[in-house]
């Protein structure tokens, strides 16, 4: 797999080849910019040593939100999302014996069957799993039975929609043009 997410190059790498790093990236996508989410998996590894989920399960709760506040921070809210990031590599270790991969390769699973795994995890709620899932399926080479019917809108072919659609940065900006005509239209309903 060769990801475009965050326009820098060492971040993109780590979450092509490092499974668990764009599950976490995922994680960190919201309440800040897509990049910035999708880099805080190389920072997390740069000032932690490591990006392995034992590692991460087992780091010293207080130096671990530490490591997330420090400049430029992981998270606009370093302290609980530390603790989300820490929960799910924990749920990782005991569900999955440490391997991010396995919650959408073990035992050949369907689009939907890794739909409900994801939603499983901690802070993977039903829009940000559909989307993760797409994100698999568009980019990651998942290619388990009705990805797309299980990940919704999100698993449309030529839409853009969300981080799954990023490949470029004229992508990224059809993706922000998407996102913004949705606040809009939502306000609108609220008016």
């Known amino acids: 797999m060769d990801l475009h997410i965050t326009d820098d190059a060492a971040a993109d790498r780590l979450l092509s080849d490092n499974p668990l790093a764009l599950m976490i990236g995922m994680l960190l996508d919201q309440q800040i910019a897509m990049e910035q989410a999708f880099t805080g998996p190389l920072k997390i590894e740069q000032r932690t040593g490591a990006l392995t989920a034992e590692h991460i399960a087992s780091y010293d709760p207080e130096k671990f939100a530490a490591a997330f506040s420090e400049t430029p921070a992981v998270h606009r809210f370093p302290g609980s999302m530390a603790a989300r990031v820490q929960a799910l590599c924990h749920t990782i270790v005991t569900d999955w014996d440490g391997d991010a991969a396995a919650i959408w390769t073990r035992g050949n699973p369907t689009g939907a069957e890794v739909l409900k795994r994801l939603k499983a995890l ?54 922000r043009e998407h996102k913004r005509a949705m606040k809009a239209a939502a306000k609108e309903q609220k008016s």
């Open 122 to 175: 901690p802070g993977f709620g039903d829009q940000k799993a559909k989307i993760f899932l797409a994100l698999l399926g568009k980019q990651y080479g998942f290619t388990g039975a009705g990805w797309r019917e299980a990940a919704g809108v999100y698993g449309d072919e030529g839409s853009y929609r969300s981080v799954a659609d990023i490949v470029s940065p004229e992508s990224l900006t059809l993706v």
